[in-house]
C-alpha cells in the first residue's frame, strides 16, 4: 500500500507482492516448526495447532502461484494495481486468523476482514456492468448472511454466557446443559457458514458474482478464500456441533445439504455454454465434495481437506490463468486450442482432469479421502455413492473443454503468451500431477 505512492513502475508492484509472500511463508513454515520470531499473547482469542499452520501454508503458496502467475492480468484489471495486491493481502490476514479462531468473536472479525475487501475486487472494473452488478450483489448478500451470523453469536453467547469455541459443561444426569438458544444461534450460524461456502440452497449468489468478477479475482475467490470458509466451518463443527447438537441427527442434514449441493453445482454446470460459468457452477459442485469433511469431522477429513485445498486451488488458479489469456469465454472460444497453443491445451487437460478427480492428479486422491472420511463412520455409505455418481456427472462437462481443445476445428485466439507463462503452467501441472502420485509429500507436514 506504502509502495503505491513511492514506486511509479506499474509492473514493480507484483514483484513486492510475490517477494512479501516468499518471505510469509517461510515465516510460516518456521513457526509450524516452533522457530517463532516473536510471542504474542492472544488472550485464548486464537490458538495455533499444526493444521492451522499447514492450511496457511497451503494458502500463501497458492497465493504465490496466483500472483506469479496472474500478476500481469491484476495490474491490467484496472488502475489501481498496487491496492489490489494490498487487499489480496488483507484477505490473507482474514484467512490466518480464521485458521486459528478460538473464540466466536474471532470468526467473525476473520470472516469480515477476508470479505469486505473482496467486494473491492468483485467491482474493481469500473467500465464492466456485469462487474458493478455482481459487486453490488455480493456485498448486498454478504451483509445479509453476516447479520444472521451476529445473531447466531450472539444468541450461543446467550446460551452459554461465553464468547469461546470451547464450553465446559455441567452434566446433570442425561441433561447436558445445552439450551434452546445456543442450539438456535448454531443453526443461525451453519447458514450464514454455508453462504459463505456457496452450499445449496445459499449458493444463488455465487454464478452471478464469479461470472461478473474479473476473471483473475475469480480464480482467488473460489479456491483459497471458500478453503478458508470450510476450514473455519471444519473447526466450528469439530468443537461444537457434536457437543451443541448430539441429541438431534444433524449429520442427516448436512447430508441433505450436500446432496443439493452436488445436484445443483452438477446438474447446471452442464448446460452452461461460457466455460468461466460453467467453472462457477462447477465451484457449487466442488463444496459439495469438500462438505463431506464436515460430515464426519476425523483425523481422514481433516488430511482431505487439506488435500483438497492444495488440489482444487491449484487446478482452478491453473485454468482461470489460461482463460483470462483467451479472447472468447465459450466452449467454442477453445476450439483448435491444441494446434494454436499446444502447451496451454496439454496443463489446461491437466487442471480439468484434476478437478474431475482422475487418477494420477492431485483431485483423485482429494475426492477419495473426503468419500473416506464418510465410509469411516460406518453409515450413510448411500452418500459415499451420490457423490461417486456426481463426480461422474462432472467428468462429462470438464471433458466438454477437451473436446474442444483437441477435437474441434477452429483457431482459437488467445493474446500473446510469453515463455515464463507457459514454463509456469508446465510447473504447476507438475506439481499437480507429483501431490496425485505422492499425497504424502503435502500430509507428512501434518505429523512431522
Same mark, same amino acid.
Given at each position: 500500500?506504502?509502495?503505491? /505512492?513511492?514506486?511509479?513502475?506499474?509492473?514493480?508492484?507484483?514483484?513486492?507482492?510475490?517477494?512479501?509472500?516468499?518471505?510469509?511463508? %517461510?515465516?510460516?513454515?518456521?513457526?509450524?516448526?516452533?522457530?517463532?520470531?516473536?510471542?504474542?499473547?492472544?488472550?485464548?482469542?486464537?490458538?495455533?495447532?499444526?493444521?492451522?499452520?499447514?492450511?496457511?501454508? /497451503?494458502?500463501?503458496?497458492?497465493?504465490?502461484?496466483?500472483?506469479?502467475?496472474?500478476?500481469?492480468?491484476? &495490474?491490467?484489471?484496472?488502475?489501481?494495481?498496487?491496492?489490489?495486491?494490498?487487499?489480496?493481502?488483507?484477505?490473507?490476514?482474514?484467512?490466518?486468523?480464521?485458521?486459528?479462531?478460538?473464540?466466536?468473536?474471532?470468526?467473525?472479525?476473520?470472516?469480515?476482514?477476508?470479505?469486505?475487501?473482496?467486494?473491492? !475486487?468483485?467491482?474493481?472494473?469500473?467500465?464492466?456492468?456485469?462487474?458493478? &452488478?455482481?459487486?453490488?450483489?455480493?456485498?448486498?448478500?454478504?451483509?445479509?448472511?453476516?447479520?444472521?451470523?451476529?445473531?447466531?453469536?450472539? +444468541?450461543?453467547?446467550?446460551?452459554?454466557?461465553?464468547?469461546?469455541?470451547?464450553?465446559?459443561?455441567?452434566?446433570?444426569?442425561?441433561?447436558?446443559?445445552?439450551?434452546?438458544?445456543?442450539?438456535?444461534?448454531?443453526?443461525?450460524?451453519?447458514?450464514?457458514?454455508?453462504?459463505?461456502?456457496?452450499?445449496?440452497?445459499?449458493?444463488?449468489?455465487?454464478?452471478?458474482?464469479?461470472?461478473?468478477?474479473?476473471?483473475?479475482? $475469480?480464480?482467488?475467490?473460489?479456491? %483459497?478464500?471458500?478453503?478458508?470458509?470450510?476450514?473455519?466451518?471444519?473447526?466450528?463443527?469439530?468443537?461444537?456441533?457434536?457437543?451443541?447438537?448430539?441429541?438431534?441427527?444433524?449429520?442427516?442434514?448436512?447430508?441433505?445439504? *450436500?446432496?443439493?449441493?452436488? !445436484?445443483?453445482?452438477?446438474?447446471?454446470?452442464?448446460?452452461?455454454?461460457?466455460?468461466?460459468?460453467?467453472?462457477?457452477?462447477?465451484?457449487?459442485?466442488?463444496?459439495?465434495?469438500?462438505?463431506?469433511?464436515?460430515?464426519?469431522?476425523?483425523?481422514?477429513?481433516?488430511?482431505?481437506?487439506?488435500?483438497?485445498?492444495?488440489?482444487?486451488?491449484?487446478?482452478? /488458479?491453473? %485454468?482461470?490463468?489460461?482463460?483470462?489469456?483467451?479472447?472468447?469465454?465459450?466452449?467454442?472460444?477453445?476450439?483448435?486450442?491444441?494446434?494454436?497453443?499446444?502447451?496451454?491445451?496439454?496443463?489446461? $487437460?491437466?487442471?480439468?482432469?484434476? +478437478?474431475?478427480? /482422475?487418477?494420477?492428479?492431485?483431485?483423485?486422491?482429494?475426492?477419495?479421502?473426503?468419500?473416506?472420511?464418510?465410509?469411516?463412520?460406518?453409515?450413510? =455409505?448411500?452418500?459415499?455413492?451420490?457423490?461417486? !455418481?456426481?463426480?461422474?456427472?462432472?467428468?462429462?462437462?470438464?471433458?466438454?473443454?477437451?473436446?474442444?481443445?483437441?477435437?474441434?476445428?477452429?483457431?482459437?485466439?488467445?493474446?500473446?503468451?510469453?515463455?515464463?507463462?507457459?514454463?509456469?503452467?508446465?510447473?504447476?501441472?507438475? %506439481? *499437480? =500431477?507429483?501431490?496425485? *502420485? !505422492?499425497?504424502?509429500?503435502?500430509?507428512?507436514?501434518?505429523?512431522?
Amino acid at each position: 500500500m506504502i509502495c503505491s /505512492i513511492i514506486v511509479r513502475n506499474k509492473g514493480s508492484f507484483r514483484h513486492i507482492a510475490a517477494f512479501g509472500l516468499l518471505i510469509l511463508l %517461510i515465516a510460516n513454515i518456521l513457526e509450524t516448526y516452533g522457530k517463532d520470531f516473536f510471542h504474542v499473547n492472544t488472550m485464548q482469542l486464537l490458538q495455533f495447532d499444526r493444521f492451522g499452520f499447514l492450511f496457511n501454508s /497451503i494458502a500463501l503458496g497458492a497465493t504465490l502461484i496466483y500472483v506469479l502467475l496472474t500478476g500481469k492480468e491484476i &495490474e491490467k484489471s484496472g488502475k489501481y494495481a498496487a491496492e489490489y495486491f494490498t487487499l489480496i493481502f488483507f484477505v490473507l490476514c482474514g484467512i490466518f486468523i480464521l485458521s486459528a479462531y478460538d473464540n466466536l468473536l474471532m470468526l467473525f472479525l476473520g470472516i469480515e476482514i477476508m470479505s469486505i475487501p473482496l467486494y473491492i !475486487l468483485t467491482g474493481s472494473d469500473k467500465r464492466n456492468l456485469k462487474s458493478n &452488478e455482481a459487486a453490488l450483489k455480493y456485498f448486498l448478500m454478504g451483509a445479509f448472511s453476516t447479520g444472521l451470523m451476529l445473531m447466531g453469536i450472539a +444468541l450461543m453467547y446467550g446460551g452459554t454466557g461465553t464468547f469461546q469455541l470451547e464450553v465446559q459443561r455441567i452434566s446433570v444426569g442425561m441433561y447436558k446443559g445445552v439450551s434452546f438458544l445456543e442450539i438456535t444461534g448454531l443453526l443461525f450460524l451453519m447458514v450464514a457458514m454455508a453462504f459463505k461456502v456457496s452450499a445449496a440452497p445459499f449458493h444463488f449468489w455465487t454464478p452471478d458474482v464469479y461470472d461478473g468478477a474479473p476473471a483473475v479475482f $475469480t480464480s482467488f475467490m473460489a479456491t %483459497i478464500v471458500k478453503a478458508a470458509a470450510f476450514v473455519a466451518f471444519i473447526k466450528l463443527c469439530d468443537v461444537r456441533m457434536t457437543a451443541t447438537l448430539g441429541a438431534i441427527d444433524w449429520k442427516l442434514l448436512f447430508a441433505l445439504i *450436500i446432496v443439493f449441493t452436488l !445436484l445443483i453445482g452438477n446438474i447446471t454446470a452442464v448446460f452452461q455454454q461460457s466455460v468461466k460459468r460453467m467453472l462457477a457452477y462447477s465451484s457449487i459442485a466442488q463444496a459439495g465434495f469438500m462438505l463431506f469433511a464436515l460430515f464426519n469431522v476425523n483425523d481422514v477429513a481433516k488430511e482431505g481437506l487439506l488435500l483438497y485445498t492444495a488440489a482444487y486451488s491449484l487446478a482452478t /488458479i491453473g %485454468i482461470f490463468a489460461i482463460l483470462v489469456k483467451m479472447k472468447d469465454y465459450t466452449f467454442e472460444g477453445y476450439n483448435g486450442l491444441a494446434k494454436t497453443q499446444p502447451v496451454l491445451a496439454a496443463t489446461n $487437460t491437466v487442471f480439468l482432469l484434476s +478437478l474431475a478427480g /482422475i487418477p494420477l492428479t492431485a483431485g483423485f486422491f482429494a475426492k477419495y479421502y473426503m468419500l473416506a472420511a464418510v465410509v469411516k463412520t460406518g453409515s450413510y =455409505i448411500w452418500l459415499v455413492v451420490v457423490g461417486v !455418481l456426481f463426480a461422474a456427472v462432472s467428468v462429462y462437462y470438464y471433458f466438454r473443454v477437451i473436446q474442444a481443445m483437441y477435437f474441434r476445428n477452429g483457431n482459437a485466439a488467445t493474446e500473446t503468451i510469453t515463455f515464463s507463462f507457459k514454463t509456469g503452467l508446465i510447473i504447476l501441472a507438475a %506439481i *499437480i =500431477i507429483l501431490i496425485g *502420485i !505422492l499425497p504424502q509429500v503435502l500430509l507428512n507436514w501434518f505429523y512431522f
